[in-house]
Nanobody
């Protein structure tokens, strides 16, 4: 499975960005999530789209970020990021695994990451 992210960039605080992710592989649908890692920090979970289409957000992004997936394309994932803050600066990673299997949530497949830089 190949996971590819796009959409990162450099913005000023208060602005918005949307990240996109596509998982290409043998499965018809994927469990997917966004993680991020800032320099010197551990990778953290940002937002999760579960197999039942419920969502979970880190407290730090709740109310500002929205994770979504098209109903007709269960291999893609988006992260709409609003009211960006300098502390949101990080490399953002998309993680995926086969939906409707025991691996859902294991996230065996990761993208290379896309950089988000927010200046004050």
């Amino acid at each position: 499975v190949e996971v590819v992210e796009s959409g990162g960039g450099s913005v000023q605080a208060g602005r918005s960005l949307t990240l996109s992710c596509t998982a290409n592989g043998p499965y018809s649908a994927y469990c997917m999530a966004w993680y991020r890692q800032a320099p010197g920090k551990d990778r953290e979970e940002v937002a999760v789209l579960r197999s039942d289409r419920s969502t979970h957000y880190a407290d730090s992004v709740k109310g500002r970020f929205t994770i979504s997936q098209r109903y007709d394309a269960r291999n893609n994932l988006y992260l709409e990021m609003y009211q960006l803050k300098p502390e949101d600066s990080a490399v953002y990673y998309c993680a995926a695994d086969a939906r409707d299997t025991a691996y859902c949530g294991a996230y065996r497949f990761w993208g290379q990451g896309t950089q988000v830089a927010v200046s004050s």
